[in-house]
């Protein structure tokens, strides 16, 4: 998962709105780990569960982790002021972003992981014209 986050970090040129999808312990935080270990970041990376947003900043990208399982009510991303996260050029990963519907962004990625006993299957859906550069980004290394 690190491995592909790498991957993904390159992908996205430092921006766009990613959600990560998947039951609990699937690797959401670990991809998010990867791909910010993927533009240089060295120190821990934790799941914001509890604080909702981790803000990481590094010389050329800002990116912001979002973690909604313990969100309430989607409502509370507008008291948060959760929306000015998004409105900068950076890349925001959101975890449970199911959990705010109605006040997130749409994805320009989505992200599906699941689990097996020994491996993880990662679905990437490109659903706007980043999402779509994204994935053949993806291809493209994989090509090469």
């Given amino acids: 998962m690190v491995a592909f986050g790498r991957q993904l ?21 670990t991809l998010s ?10 120190g821990a990376v ?12 590094m010389e050329k990208y800002s990116v912001y982790h979002f973690d909604l399982y313990r969100l309430g009510d989607p409502e509370e991303l507008d008291f948060l002021g959760v929306r000015e996260y998004f409105g900068t050029h950076a890349l925001c990963l959101v975890e449970w ?6 006040f997130l962004p749409s994805a320009d990625v989505i992200i599906r992981i699941s689990h097996c006993p020994e491996s993880r299957i990662v679905e990437v859906e490109a659903v706007s014209e980043h999402g779509q550069a994204v994935c053949k980004s993806l291809f493209l290394q994989a090509q090469g």
């Avoid at 921006?15 to 998947?22: A, D, I, N, P, S």
């Avoid at 780990?33 to 060295?42: A, S, T």
């Avoid at 934790?46 to 900043?57: I, Q």
């Avoid at 972003?97 to 109605?102: A, C």
Wanted: no cysteine; aromatic share 12%.
């Fill in 97 to 102: 972003p199911v959990r705010g519907k109605g």
């Fill in 9 to 29: 970090a390159e992908a996205s040129q430092g921006w766009g709105v990613f959600y990560l999808e998947g039951d609990l312990g699937a690797g959401k935080t």
């Fill in 33 to 42: 780990r990867g791909i910010l270990r993927g533009f240089g970041h060295e």
């Fill in 46 to 57: 934790k799941s914001p569960t509890y604080t909702l947003v981790e803000p990481y900043e």
